[in-house]
C-alpha cells in the first residue's frame, strides 16, 4: 500500500465526522433561530441607528444568518476537536498535545472575537458612519449589517489563531523559528493581504484594525516559539 500525503489522511479524518458536524450546526442554528430578536439586538448594540429592510424576505434571512453565526459560534470547540484530530494523525501530534491545541485555538478564537466585538467594531462603524451628513442619512439594511457585523466577528476570530499555528507548523517541523523571523516583510504582505480579504469593506481603516493585530500576534508567535525553545 502507498503512503497518503498529509492532506489526504487529513481529509479522510474530516470526512469521517463532516456529517455529524453539519447535521449538529443545522439542528443548533434551528434552536438558535427563535433567540435571534435578541441576538440581533446584542450585535446592533454599538448602533445607534435604526436598520431597515429592502426585501420581503431580507428580515427572515438575516435572522437565519445570525442563527448560523450563532450556531458556529458556540459549536467551535467540537470544530476546533474535529479539526486537530485530522491534523494530528499525519504528523504524529499525541493525545495531550491535541487537546492543549485545541484548548488555546478555542480560547484564541473567542479572544480575537470579544476584542472585535468591544474595541474594533465600534470603532470601526463610528468611524464608517461618520461620513454622513445632513444631506447624506445612513439607511442601513439589516441583511448588510448582519453580514458586516458577523463575517468582521469571525475574521477576527479566525486571524487571532495565527501563533497557534505558527506553533504547530514549527513543532511538526514545517516552518522553523528562524523562517518565521526571517520571512517579516513577506508575512506583512500576506498579512496585508488577508485583512482586504477578510475585512467586509474595503476601507483602509478596517483593514488596518485587522492588519494591526494581526502582524502582533505574528510577533507574538515568535516570542512563543522562543519561549517554548521550539527551533
Known sequence: MTAQTPLIVVLTELRKTVRALAFTVCLATLVIFFLTPRLL?????????KLYFFAVAEPFLAHVKLALFGAVYGLIPWIMTVFWRAMAKPFKVKGLEVFFFVLFTCLLFYAGTLFCYFI??????KFLLGFGSEQLRPVISV?????????????????????????????????????????????MLIIAVLAALLTPTPDIVNMLLMGGPLYLLYEAGIIILMVMRIK
Open 41 to 49: 439586538q446584542v450585535v446592533q448594540a454599538h448602533l445607534s441607528d
Open 120 to 125: 474594533t467594531l465600534p470603532f470601526g462603524v
Open 143 to 187: 441583511s448588510k449589517f448582519v453580514n458586516f457585523t458577523t463575517i468582521f466577528i469571525l475574521a477576527f476570530g479566525v486571524v487571532f489563531e495565527l501563533p497557534i499555528f505558527m506553533v504547530f507548523l514549527a513543532k511538526v517541523g514545517v516552518c522553523s523559528r528562524q523562517f518565521f523571523a526571517k520571512h517579516r516583510r513577506v508575512a
